[in-house]
């Protein structure tokens, strides 16, 4: 079957580091993608991976390794409105979008 | 700026009702996905359309059904709602399928059924 894994929740302190790890198994694949998801509110993209390595983009960058079925979401400089749960989802071979259950982030002041 | 509009943020249906969600895109986008999300479970397809009047079953059709009589708008049909459909339902267009090409979201609509 399809799988992908997140953490459930993680907490964090305001202006520090975050890492938000992602595995996958899934038939094929076509891209990762990481949403931002507010309570309440409908997610927003943040990011899509298609070939290993990072990609920056101001203070997140995403990564992906394809050989270990892996990527990560980094968040620099935290702020509170960074607050959300963050959705990682697979395109498979069949351009279907897998997605992870999403990872609750706390931040604390 | 892109625009997908859902028709109720909260909805209180009774068991046994008829229930219609819809959702409009203002982008032109030929793929149109209806999702429920549930704690602990992820973004689950129910259904999705790639053109007018085109219909594909995602992972839990089952109670469901879904009508797209024209592109902007895709409707999310629960012919006799039940209390275990009681979830926040989202609408999500996209562009094209097969590269590239990130969903857009609506606001989403939280049903409770009584």
């Known amino acids: 079957g399809q799988n992908i894994d997140q953490p459930t929740e993680m907490t964090a302190t305001e202006g520090a580091i975050v890492q938000i790890n992602c595995t996958y198994q899934?038939?094929?694949?076509?891209?990762l993608f990481w949403y931002q998801q507010h309570a309440g509110e409908a997610p927003t993209f943040l990011s899509y991976?298609?070939l290993d390595g990072l990609e920056e983009k101001g203070r997140f960058s995403s990564f992906l390794s394809r050989s270990k079925g892996y990527s990560y979401l980094l968040l620099k400089e935290l702020q509170m409105k960074d607050s959300a749960s963050y959705l990682c989802a697979v395109l498979d071979s069949n351009y279907q979008l897998i997605w992870g259950a999403g990872t609750k982030l706390i931040i604390k002041p | 700026d892109v625009k997908v509009t859902q028709s109720s943020r909260y909805l209180v249906k009774r068991t046994g009702e008829k229930v219609f969600l819809e959702c409009v895109q203002d982008m032109d986008h030929e793929n149109m996905f209806w999702y429920r999300q549930d704690p602990g479970l992820g973004l689950r397809l129910i259904y999705f359309?790639?053109?007018?009047?085109?219909?594909e079953k995602g992972d839990i059709p089952e109670g469901y059904s879904v009508s797209r009589e024209k592109k902007e708008r895709f409707s999310l049909i629960l012919e006799s709602a039940s209390t275990n459909q009681t979830s926040m339902y989202l609408c999500?267009?996209?562009?094209?399928?097969?590269?590239?090409?990130?969903?857009?979201f609506g606001p989403g609509t939280r049903l409770t059924v009584t």
């Open positions: 899934t038939s094929g694949f076509n891209g």
């Open positions: 991976n298609v």
């Open positions: 999500a267009s996209t562009l094209k399928v097969g590269t590239f090409s990130e969903q857009y």
């Open positions: 359309s790639y053109d007018v009047k085109m219909k």
